[in-house]
C-alpha cells in the first residue's frame, strides 16, 4: 500500500473546507456531545479517535447521495472505507491541512527532522458497548470481533502514523511514496467480544535510512473499569520503505529519537528484527541461486512426507482414512479489483486484501475441521507486488499442514496465495502469499471432534510444507 504525505494533506484540506458545513454522520455524532478540543487531537495518545458507522441508523435523517452539497465520504475517489478509515481520513486532514499543493517537480526533504515517537502516537476507540450499529459491522456470527476487518484497520492506522513521522511540514519539497513492505507475525491471545469497547493504537518504534516500523497494539478489558492486569489482545509490527515520488529510489526519513526507557527498549527490538529480516532476505536469495534446494538432507526429510501421499494416488483404497491430500482441501475465490477499493495513489488497499485472505483462510479451515475454527496467528506477511484497479485477482487456499500432538489444542495452518492474473497477457503472478494458523474450541476434543493429518501428493508440496515448519 503507498502513502503520500503531501498529497494526503492537500486532498483532505480541500475535502475539509468542503464538508466544513455538513458530515454524512452528523444524525449519528449529534447524539453525543461535542469532544473537548483534546479530543480532536489526532496526536494525543489520552484521547483517542472515536470511530463512527459508516451508515446512520434507520431512525435517523437519510443521506442524498446524489447531493451537491456534501458527498458521503464513501463517495469520494480514492478513499477505501470502512468506519476506522473514515474516521483517520479525517484525522489526517487536520493533521496536514496546513500544507499546500505538492508540486512533483519540486526539491526533495533537504533536512531531515528528528521525532519522538509520542508524535507519531496515535489510537482509536471502538465504543461498542453503547453503540448499536457499530456493533453490528463488526460483529461475526458467534458474537466476537471480524478478525479480518481488524486487521483492515490496523493497516490503515500504520499507514497513517508513517505519513505522520515522514511529513516535513513544508510545502515546497515533493512528498514521499510511502510502500508496506512487510507485517510481522500476529498472534492473537485471547478472543475479542463485540459487546465490549476495543482499542487500537500505535507509533512509531524505529527507523532505518529508509525504513519505518510502526507497532500496533489491540487492547481490550474483560469488564468496564477493570483492574485487569494485561488487556492487550494482540501486536502488530507494519514496515514501510520510503521511496522518492519522482524517481522511485529509496529516499531517507526523518529520524527517531526515544524518550522513555521503554521507547528506548523497543528501538533496539526494531533493530533486531530489522537484522533478522535482512538476514531472511539474504538467505532467499542464496536459496535462489542454489536452484530453491535450501535443506540439508532434503531427499531424506521428503520421502517421508511424501510416502503417504504416494498411496493415495497410487492404491488410492489402501490410503489411510484418517489423512486427506493437501489438493482435497482447496478454496479459491476471485474478484475485479474496483475503483472504490483503492487508496489515493490507485492502488489496492494493502488491508482489503489482508481482510479477503482472512475470510477465506477462515472458510477453508472451517471447511475442514467441520465446526468453527478459533483464530491464533498470521505469520509474517511481505508485500512482493501491488495489485492495481482492474487487476484480476485470485486468491487460493488449502490447509498446508496440521499438528495433532496436543489434541486439546491442535494447530491447523492455511496458506493463502494472492495471483494477480492479466488474461490480456496470459500472465499470473504472486502478489502475497498469507499463512493462518486455526484450532478448535476447548471443548472440540471432548465431544470427540477428530482432524485428519494433511499430506502432500508432490515434491513441490512437501517442500512447502517443510520450508513452514522449518521457519
Known amino acids: 500500500m503507498n502513502y503520500s504525505p503531501r498529497i494526503i494533506g492537500y486532498s483532505f484540506r480541500r475535502l475539509l473546507l468542503l464538508s466544513s458545513r455538513s458530515h454524512p454522520f452528523s444524525s449519528v455524532r449529534n447524539q453525543q456531545p461535542p469532544p473537548s478540543p483534546a479530543a480532536m487531537d489526532p496526536a494525543s495518545p489520552s484521547s483517542p479517535i472515536t470511530v463512527v458507522p459508516t451508515i446512520s441508523s ?135 467480544c463485540v459487546d465490549k469497547n476495543l482499542k487500537i493504537c500505535g507509533a512509531v518504534t524505529w527507523v532505518g535510512r529508509s525504513s519505518i516500523e ?52 523497543l528501538l533496539k527490538e526494531g533493530e533486531a528484527r530489522d537484522k533478522l529480516r535482512k538476514r531472511k532476505r539474504e538467505e532467499e536469495r542464496k536459496d535462489f541461486e542454489r536452484g530453491g534446494h535450501s535443506f540439508h538432507g532434503e531427499a531424506k526429510r521428503l520421502k517421508p512426507l511424501l510416502a ?50 482472512f475470510e477465506l483462510a477462515f472458510s477453508t479451515a472451517y471447511a475442514f475441521i467441520g465446526q468453527r475454527p478459533c483464530f491464533l496467528e498470521v505469520d509474517h506477511v511481505i508485500f512482493l507486488k501491488p495489485v492495481d484497479v482492474g487487476d484480476f485477482l485470485r486468491f487460493k487456499s488449502c490447509v498446508l499442514y496440521t499438528k495433532l500432538e496436543n489434541p486439546e489444542k491442535p494447530l491447523i495452518s492455511i496458506e493463502v496465495v494472492a495471483h494477480v492474473t492479466r488474461p490480456e497477457l496470459r500472465t499470473s503472478e504472486v502478489s502475497n502469499t498469507f499463512y493462518f494458523t486455526f484450532t478448535v474450541s476447548s471443548n472440540a476434543s471432548r465431544k470427540g471432534l477428530r482432524i485428519r493429518n494433511v499430506v502432500p501428493a508432490t515434491e513441490e508440496e512437501a517442500r512447502r510444507i517443510l520450508e513452514r515448519i522449518g521457519c
Request: proline share 6%; charged share 25%; net charge negative.
Open 58 to 192: 434507520p431512525l435517523d435523517r437519510s443521506i442524498d447521495a446524489s447531493s451537491s452539497v456534501r458527498k458521503p465520504l464513501s463517495l469520494w475517489p480514492g478513499m477505501y472505507h470502512s468506519p476506522v478509515t473514515n474516521a483517520l481520513w479525517e484525522a489526517r486532514s487536520s493533521i496536514f491541512e496546513r500544507l499546500l499543493d505538492p508540486s512533483i517537480d519540486g526539491p526533495p526533504q533537504s533536512e531531515l527532522l528528528t521525532r519522538t515517537p509520542a508524535q507519531s502516537r496515535m489510537s482509536i476507540a471502538y465504543n461498542f458497548s453503547s453503540d448499536y450499529i457499530l456493533r453490528e459491522q463488526y460483529r461475526d456470527p458467534w458474537n466476537e470481533v471480524r478478525i479480518g476487518k481488524l486487521l483492515e484497520d490496523l493497516d490503515a492506522l500504520a499507514g497513517t502514523i508513517a505519513v505522520k513521522h515522514c511529513s516535513d511540514d513544508d510545502s515546497t519539497t515533493r512528498p514521499l511514496l510511502l510502500v508496506t513492505a512487510s507485517v510481522d507475525k500476529m498472534v492473537l491471545k485471547k478472543p475479542l
Open 214 to 265: 510502526i507497532q500496533t497494539k489491540v487492547t481490550q478489558l474483560e469488564q468496564e473499569n477493570s483492574k485487569e492486569v494485561d488487556p492487550l489482545a494482540l501486536t502488530a509490527y507494519f514496515t514501510f520503505v520510503a521511496r522518492d515520488s519522482k524517481t522511485g529510489k529509496s529516499a531517507q526519513v526523518n529520524r527517531l529519537v526515544p524518550e522513555t526507557e521503554q521507547e528506548k527498549l
Open 308 to 357: 503417504e501421499g504416494r498411496v493415495f494416488c497410487d492404491l488410492p483404497a489402501l490410503a489411510d482414512r484418517d489423512s486427506i491430500l493437501i489438493k482435497d482441501t482447496h478454496l479459491e475465490n476471485s474478484l475485479i479489483c474496483q475503483p472504490q477499493q483503492r487508496n489515493l495513489h490507485g492502488r489496492i488497499f494493502g488491508g482489503f486484501l489482508m481482510h479477503r485472505a
